[in-house]
């Protein structure tokens, strides 16, 4: 069985507990992680050490929470007061919990499914997406990834263009993967709505309802927007229904041409805002 999960953020229990309900076998099953798998919940380390055990059974993207624990542990980014990294960083395994994450990837296509943490951008088609994945994957393998990361952060260029170089290129590239919610018309990124899909100014939508958007039709599966919460489309997954928050962590089967949800319960490890 496959199965697409949302965002653990450090949720460990609710993961035992789904992994429970779904009598999860990494003999058999094969799981696909959306992203955010650490930070803000409270047993961030127990998640890294539980996935790792199930090797090629469970396939992890990178969010925006694993990139600020990868900027924190080289220095360049502050931790914030809300931050659950602790123990990863004072682990004395951390070097190889930093090594894990840079192996994972920003974007995968499985089982005719893409899968991304964040969203696409609407000038890309599949094969773009993944090849810029395939791009930053090398970044993050390479002795270039602390500097990088010194100029990660950013909210421009905030449009895609093929002539974009270096910096301004990555920069772009993980801004959608990780960090998208809405749209102009146009494909500009806006990083500053963060509510519903029913939130944004009339010059704004959600990047999956963009006019024109080149993975129309492609299955995408994407996490990050906990306030747009479960959207259940033919072609679209979204699947953070705000574990952290005291919500719910979910996953949907989809092998076998057919798709079921299924979610458990989550204690609220902090509030939102």
Not at 131 to 156: I, K, Q, T, W
Request: aromatic letters at 8%.
């Amino acid at each position: 069985m496959i199965y697409l999960i949302g965002d653990l953020q450090g949720c460990c229990d609710a993961f035992e507990r789904l992994l429970a309900h779904i009598a999860f076998s990494p003999s058999r099953d094969r799981l696909y992680l959306l992203g955010d798998l650490v930070n803000r919940g409270p047993c961030s380390l127990q998640v890294l050490e539980r996935l790792a055990q199930f090797g090629d059974a469970a396939t992890c993207l990178l969010g925006n929470h694993d990139l600020h624990l990868l900027a924190v542990a080289h220095g360049v980014r502050r931790a914030h007061r809300s931050d659950t990294l602790d123990a990863i960083l004072a682990s004395p395994r951390r070097a190889h919990w930093l090594r894990w994450l840079r192996a994972q990837r920003l974007a995968v296509q499985a089982h005719g499914w893409l899968m991304v943490h964040a969203g696409v951008a609407p000038q890309w088609d599949a094969e773009q997406a993944l090849s810029l994945a395939d791009e930053l994957h090398r970044l993050f393998d390479s002795d270039d990834l602390p500097a990088f990361l010194r100029v990660m952060y950013g909210n421009e260029p905030a449009r895609w263009s093929g002539d974009l170089q270096g910096a301004d290129r990555w920069r772009l590239a993980i801004n959608v993967f990780t960090r998208m919610r809405f749209c102009a018309a146009d494909g500009t990124l806006d990083f500053q709505v963060k509510e519903g899909a029913d939130a944004a100014p009339s010059h704004l939508m959600p990047w999956f309802d963009v006019p024109g958007r080149r993975t129309a039709g492609q299955p995408i599966a994407f996490g990050h927007w906990s306030t747009l919460g479960l959207l259940d489309r033919p072609d679209l997954l979204a699947l953070d229904t705000g574990c952290v928050w005291g919500g719910r962590l979910t996953a949907a089967r989809i092998d076998g041409g057919r798709r079921e949800l299924v979610s458990v319960a989550c204690e609220q490890a902090q509030r939102p805002g």
